[in-house]
Each structure stands twice: as C-alpha cells, then as structure tokens.
C-alpha cells in the first residue's frame, strides 16, 4: 500500500516539543542535496571496475588542480600520506628537523616523525593562532629540512614571511592545507605557495570523501612525478621499484565522490562564510575571543574556534540546551605522550597552551540554517550572562 501524504491527518506539533539537537555538522543533509550524482558516478566506477586510482581520480586530480591554482595535483589516500609524501619530496631525512606548531592536529608532526625527523615547535600566534613568523628564523639549523606551517581552521598562515624566509635560507615551506580547501592568502591559493600544499578529503573536511582520501598540489614537475611514483609502490616501472615506496593510492570511488562534490564547493564555502560572518555580527558583545579573519587572507572555516576561560562549563550547558560543540584541540602536539622524547613542559608555547585550555567549536557548516544559528547564538548568551564574572 502507498500512502500519500495527503492522506495522513495532520499532526499538530505539540506546543513544547523540544528543538532537535544541533549537530556540529551534518554530513547527512549534505549526502541529501547530491545523492542522485554521487550515486550515479559511483556506480560508474563500480561497473568500470576502475577501484584504484584509474579515471575518476584522474579527473578529480586535474579538477582540483585547476580549482585551487597549482600546476599539479597527486591524489593519494589520506592526508596524513599526503604530507607523508611531501616531506620526503622536501629532502626531509631521518635525523633532520622540520620547524612546524604545536597547535594543529597530530598528523601534522606525524609525518615528520614517519621520517624518523624531528618536529621543531615555534609557537602559534595570537590573532590567527597560526605559525608566528617572529619566530621561526631562530629555530633554523643546519638540519632544518622543510618549514610546514598549518593553515588551521580554514585559515592560510602568513605565508608572505614564512616564502621570504624560505626562500632566502633554502628551505622548502610545505603547507598542510588539510582544513583549508579554496582558502586564499594575498590572493593565492592555500596548498599553491610553498613547494607542496598538503590536503585531506576526511569525510569531516570542507571537501570530504565517503571515506579516506587526500591529496598534494605542486607547481613542479619532477616533484609530481615522484609524487605519483612514491604514492604507488615507487614503480616508474611494474615491478621495479629504485626506492622505497608506498601503498598510498587514492580508490576510484573517492574520485567519483570529490569530483562530484567539487563542483559545489564554492557554494559551500560561501555559506560558510555568510555563517561565519554572521557569527561574529551576533555574538560580538559577548565576553568571548572570537576568531578573525586576518586582513589579506581568505578564511573558508572549516571550524569556528572561540575561547574563553570557563569553556567546559559553557559546552556543558550548551549540550543541555541540545548544541554540539568541539574541542580543537584539546592537548597541544608538544605536551602530547606519544612526544614525551621531545621533553617539552607546559609553558613552552603559551599561545597554543592558551588555545588547548579554552577552545571550543561552535557548529558550522554549510546546510545550517539560519534558525539553527540563532539557537546556538541564544544559548550561548544564556550560558554567558548567567554568570557575568566569567569574563576572559
Ligand atoms: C585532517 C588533518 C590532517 C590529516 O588528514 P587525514 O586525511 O585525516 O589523514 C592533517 N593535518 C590537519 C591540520 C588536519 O586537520
């Protein structure tokens, strides 16, 4: 039996059924604007049989490629194996430093240790909370290999400084991109600056995959074709294999999903711009540290980071008035166990310390609606005029 609609009695709402929750993001009511594509070019690749690597990727890889302004474009399956990939590209060698932040999430310094390098911290700083530039001359060495800063949040590090002074030590800058898709620095697009830019397709990212995948974007020629032969086993040659390689392949079906969702990036992100702005219109009275858009930068938020002492208590008091919020990132990557070797100590890079201590991430994303903010907006002025000695 069908049933229409229609033909089902109304239902009035009762007057005091709760809002539903409001997700951090919704990866669902994306799937449902562009089921009937993805659906249609994965099945293309399920009947191709094209399951590593093969067409699809090669298209997503140009197409990415062109979208965010590089030469080159390497699809591989993780953004971890991206910067994996660019670092070893970079010259980076085992027993060599990689001057990099502490605040950023883990696969960052991951990459540099898979080396069996060093991750040399500067501190963040306190406007951007990306690499301070001030900083980083002092901690060259002669073994620094590569400078990788993050453009966290969605945000490009200041990439003008960070390129001079690469450039007049010889030393690589690659870009972990990874949060950071279509945003821009003077103009430039983020991941297209420095000698690699580094991205992650996690479904959770402003351009995610229905899975693992990831990418590297190079203007260089000879460093692509590495790329492409380190991602694959390291055969130039079937079988052959003149070094060490890596089973770092991007799936078809990966391809067939980011393909298809490229092409509604640009729309995604401008939501998330006009949310964003809309955030900082709204809260700006409150006693919190909102994040900023740096003059010259393009921020394409893939978080909305605001801090504020008291954090735990406001994201206990939001998830009661049904609001899902973030923690990014709760322990800086110096203080972290797995790095105890590096014997750092609180206190080494107060900034990032400073983050840890009092972020949290509002919900944003590109399907929210405007009711939605609103309530987020309403209980986080509840939680923050309750007790007004809770000022930063
Ligand atoms: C997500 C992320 C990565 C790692 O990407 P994966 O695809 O999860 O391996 C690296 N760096 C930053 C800053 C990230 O946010």
């Avoid at 990099?100 to 991951?110: G, K, L, S």
């Amino acid at each position: 039996m069908t049933l229409i609609a229609t033909d089902l009695p109304a239902m009035p709402k009762p007057a005091s059924a709760p809002a539903p929750p409001v997700p951090i993001m919704d990866l669902k009511a994306q799937y449902r604007t562009i089921q009937d594509e993805v659906l249609d070019a994965l099945r293309e690749v399920a009947e191709s049989t094209a399951y590593v690597l093969g067409p699809k990727v090669a298209d997503f890889e140009q197409a990415f490629a062109d979208y965010v302004g590089s030469r080159f474009c390497v699809g591989v399956n993780s953004g971890t194996s991206a910067l994996h990939l660019a670092l070893i590209c970079a010259g980076v060698r085992p027993g060599d430093e990689v001057i990099t932040v502490p605040m950023t999430f883990v696969a960052t310094t991951w990459a540099v240790s898979y080396i069996g390098a060093r991750p040399v911290f500067v501190d963040v700083d306190p406007i951007t909370y990306t690499m301070d530039l001030r900083q980083v001359e002092r901690k060259i060495t002669r073994r620094t290999k590569a400078i990788l800063p993050v453009h966290l949040y969605g945000q490009p590090a200041d990439m003008e400084g960070l390129l001079d002074l690469g450039r007049r030590r010889g030393i690589p800058v690659i870009e972990d991109a990874a949060q950071a898709h279509g945003a821009a620095y003077d103009g430039r697009g983020a991941g297209t600056m420095g000698l690699c830019g580094c991205f992650s397709f996690y479904p959770g990212k402003n351009l995610g995959a229905y899975g693992e995948a990831g990418a590297i974007t190079t203007d260089d020629e000879a460093v692509a074709a590495r790329l492409r032969k380190l991602r694959d086993h390291a055969q130039g040659r079937r079988y052959h294999h003149d070094e060490l390689g890596y089973n770092y392949r991007m799936d078809g079906f990966q391809g067939a999903v980011l393909g298809v969702k490229l092409k509604h990036l640009d729309r995604w992100t401008e939501s998330r711009r006009r949310l964003a702005d809309r955030y900082l219109r709204k809260l700006a009275t409150l006693p919190l540290k909102l994040p900023v858009e740096a003059p010259g930068r393009r921020h394409v938020w893939h978080l909305f980071v605001a801090l504020h002492p008291h954090r735990d208590r406001i994201r206990s008091e939001l998830e009661a008035a049904g609001i899902q919020t973030g923690l990014h990132y709760p322990v800086p990557v110096h203080l972290q166990e797995a790095y105890a070797d590096l014997e750092h100590r609180p206190g080494d890079f107060p900034i990032a310390e400073r983050v840890a201590s009092d972020c949290f991430s509002l919900p944003l994303f590109p399907e929210m609606t405007d009711e939605q903010q609103d309530r987020v907006v309403a209980a986080l002025r509840d939680a923050l005029t309750r007790d007004r000695e809770d000022r930063p």
